[in-house]
């Protein structure tokens, strides 16, 4: 008479899980390193469309973009901030940046 068991071990599922223990161990921390780049990327290309906007702005009003003044006339619905919390301003120059702590 010939058994047939199916099924796994003990054995088997504690190595399955060891393996998938290891894969968490290493992907984790690789994800939660590359967070504050993602966050950077994320407000250099904030920043690379409001300076877009308050050009074209500066084009059709020859005037010196603000923030309040894009807002009002209807190129950014509302003052931008980089994903980190930190406001956006365009200085005299028409330059935008990230707002300093003294601000």
Request: proline letters at 3%; a negative charge.
């Amino acid at each position: 008479m010939v058994k047939n068991e199916k099924g796994f071990t003990l054995i088997e599922m504690l190595i399955v899980l060891l393996v998938i223990s290891v894969l968490l161990l290493i992907t984790i921390p690789n994800i939660t390193k590359h967070h504050a780049n993602i966050q950077s990327k994320g407000c250099e290309g904030l920043k690379n469309t409001v300076q877009a906007q308050a050009s074209a702005y500066q084009i059709e009003t020859k005037k010196t973009a603000t923030i309040e003044a894009l807002v009002t006339a209807g190129y950014l619905e509302e003052a931008p901030a980089c994903p980190n919390g930190t406001a956006l301003t365009i200085d005299s120059e028409g330059k935008v940046g990230e707002a300093s702590a003294a601000e």
